[in-house]
Structure formats: C-alpha cells, structure tokens
C-alpha cells in the first residue's frame, strides 16, 4: 500500500514579499504554515517541511525539516529533491505531495482525487483545478529520485511542468463539490455573490479556518454542536431560502466514535421517532 508524504515548501528567497518569510504571515491568529499543517495533517502519513532559513522556528511544529541538498535556490523542484533523498534507499511505494506555504488555505479534496487513483500509470500528477493547471499542488512517486537528481546537477534550476513532461504525466481534474453547485444556484436566484476563499469537503477542515479565521460558513446547525468553537464565533440561523438535496447515508460501524458522527447519527434517528 502506498504512502503519502506531504512537503510543505518554504524554501524560496520571498524576494517578491521583501524578503520577508511568508510561513509566519498570519490569518489572525495564526501562521500560514500553521494553518497548512492543521489541514494536511489527516490525510498525509508524514509531513516534511522544506526550508533554507529559519530553521529553528520551523523545528517547532514537531515534522522533520530538510533544507536543499542541492544549492543555489533552484526552485520548487529543489525542496522536492531534498524531501525525495530522505527516502532514496526505501522499498515502499512512496508518493510525495507539494504544498506552497504561501497558499495556506487549500482545499484537500485535491488529496482525496488522487488518493482514489487506484491504479497509478503515471510517476507524476499535475493538479488542474477548475481546468486550471495548478503545478506547485502536485504529486510525485519516489522513483523520480534520479532523474531528478540528474536534472538539479546540470541545471540552475527547472520548471515543474518542463520536468513532468519529460518524465510523463497526468492531470488530476478537480472541480467544485456538488454542495457548492446548490449553493451557487441559490445565491445566483438571490443575486448574491459571495466571494468563496477555500472550499473542503472535511467539516474539520472548514471548522479549522472558521474558527482561526476570519471567514464566515454554511453547514448543517447539527455540526455546530460537534466542535468547540471560539467566544468570538457568531451563528445565524438561515430561515430562507429553503432548499434540499437527497443523499445516501452509509454508516459503517467501526467502533471509533467521533463528536461529528455521533451528532449526525442523533440527527438521523430523530426522524424515525
């Protein structure tokens, strides 16, 4: 069974920023990478954290921190190289994911796609969201490691999707989630037009920015029991418009309870009665 390492890259200069280090920039509270970590942290086996400076304050998170093996600042594939050479002598089918700390709200379902790519032709996966193709979210087999070597050695640094054409590719398409289609509909009827900034198809992941953040969200009022929310959070009921949507419940007992499921499963039973 495969493996997902997810590698957060911090490791360019920030020369359009000032120099300044964008991981510690804050969304109120907390810090790009923080926010990143929190969201990446269900649906990756290990995180890494690439990074060239600012060592010590990366250290604190608790995920191994590997700085460029090859010099020079030659770009993204450069971290990816230096997360790859930890593993370059294991015989385990390892997949590795990119994530820019500047982009510290991300939608996972992005991980969810490709985890569900059950046969695996490619040695790389390109995301194109919203057929927009999006090279910095993208996935690499570790068997990459040596022709990736080779390229960084001859090179002053290399563009992603040059490199993934050379070694073969292929896109994972993600599109918005079918709640954000009815959601769009009805905001269109009502001549609303919210700006959305990040989109999840985990309640953790959306609680995670609501409560860190200052966003605003549309859930089922029976989730704003499952989480701890900050004194600061304001609920408002929608009374209209009234929408619905059928669905397809499937529970699968697996003696691990959750808060999120246990509520939800009170809220089913309470139409049997």
């Known amino acids: ?50 990074a060239n400076r600012d060592i010590s304050k990366y250290k604190i998170f608790g995920y191994k921190v590997v700085s460029d093996k090859i010099g020079g600042y030659k770009g993204p594939l450069a971290g990816l190289h230096s997360a790859l050479d930890l593993y370059k002598n294991s015989k385990e089918d390892l997949w590795f994911a990119l994530f820019p700390t500047d982009a510290p709200i991300i939608n996972t379902g992005i991980i969810d796609n490709f985890i569900s790519i059950t046969e695996k032709k490619s040695k790389v996966y390109i995301c194109k969201i919203d057929n927009i193709i999006e090279p910095m979210f ?50 269109k009827e009502n001549n609303i037009n919210p700006r959305v900034l990040v989109e999840s198809n985990s309640m953790t992941h959306i609680y995670s920015h609501v409560n860190s953040s200052e966003f605003s969200t549309i859930m089922p009022y029976i989730f704003t029991q499952s989480f701890n929310y900050d004194e600061n959070t304001n609920f408002i009921q929608l009374i209209s418009p009234e929408i619905s949507h059928k669905v397809g419940i499937v529970h699968i007992d697996d003696n691990r309870p959750s808060p999120i499921k246990n509520n939800f499963l009170k809220f089913l039973k309470s139409f049997n009665k």
């Open 1 to 50: 069974m495969s493996k997902l390492v997810s590698v957060i890259l911090t490791g360019g200069k920030s020369s359009r920023m000032g120099y300044e280090n964008k991981s510690f920039l804050k969304i109120k509270d907390k810090c790009f990478i923080e926010i990143l970590i929190e969201s990446l942290q269900e649906k990756s086996n290990e995180i890494i954290i690439n």
């Open 138 to 187: 993208s996935f690499w087999s570790s068997k990459i490691f040596t022709e990736l070597n080779e390229v960084l050695l001859k090179n002053n640094g290399y563009k992603i999707m040059k490199f993934a054409e050379e070694i073969g590719f292929d896109y994972i398409n993600f599109k918005k989630n079918k709640f954000r289609r009815i959601l769009d509909a009805v905001f």
